[in-house]
């Protein structure tokens, strides 16, 4: 029992250091992180990434500093579709699909929600981005009875 005591005593008298994800130079928004643009630092921030590789790959959403950690909130997963382009919508209900052209409003990743205008009726729709890259919208409407 007094060498357990002992032992713990020696282990909360070393302090442990956790390593952190850094920026190894600026990255502009929107671009991907790649192995050469982080580097892992002796710091331990709390929220930050632990593992490069939870990092590379991803594309940046806001400026990533050299020298600075890279937060979650600072990175996504790549965006499949950009401002102003041309997509499909798809509309499901039942048995019936509808497919038609729309022009997005913003940029988006797989998953993601997305403003697109419907290029036939010119109204704006929300939909979700579909690992095809297509935007499915779903039913809105809320029946009363």
């Known amino acids: 029992m007094r060498y357990l005591?002992?032992?713990?005593?020696?282990?909360?008298?070393?302090p442990s250091f956790?390593?952190?994800?850094?920026?190894?130079?600026?990255?502009?928004?929107?671009?991907?992180?790649?192995?050469?643009?982080?580097?892992?630092?002796?710091?331990?921030?709390a929220g930050g990434f632990q593992l490069a590789a939870d990092v590379i790959g991803q594309e940046a959403r806001t400026v990533l500093y050299a020298g600075r950690p890279v937060?979650?909130?600072?990175?996504?997963?790549?965006?499949?579709?950009?401002?102003?382009?041309?997509?499909?919508?798809?509309?499901?209900?039942?048995?019936?699909?509808?497919?038609t052209e729309g022009r997005s409003l913003g940029r988006a990743a797989i998953g993601d929600r997305v403003r697109v205008m419907n290029l036939a009726s010119r109204t704006t729709v929300?939909?979700?981005?579909?690992?095809?890259?297509?935007?499915?919208?779903s039913n809105t409407l809320i029946h009363v009875q």
């Open 71 to 99: 937060l979650p909130s600072d990175i996504g997963p790549p965006a499949v579709i950009d401002r102003n382009q041309i997509v499909t919508l798809i509309y499901t209900a039942g048995q019936m699909t509808i497919l």
């Open 5 to 14: 005591f002992l032992l713990a005593l020696m282990i909360s008298a070393f």
């Open 126 to 137: 929300t939909g979700s981005v579909s690992s095809t890259g297509d935007v499915i919208v």
């Open 18 to 45: 956790a390593e952190t994800v850094i920026a190894a130079r600026n990255i502009r928004p929107g671009m991907i992180v790649t192995a050469q643009d982080v580097k892992l630092s002796a710091a331990d921030l």
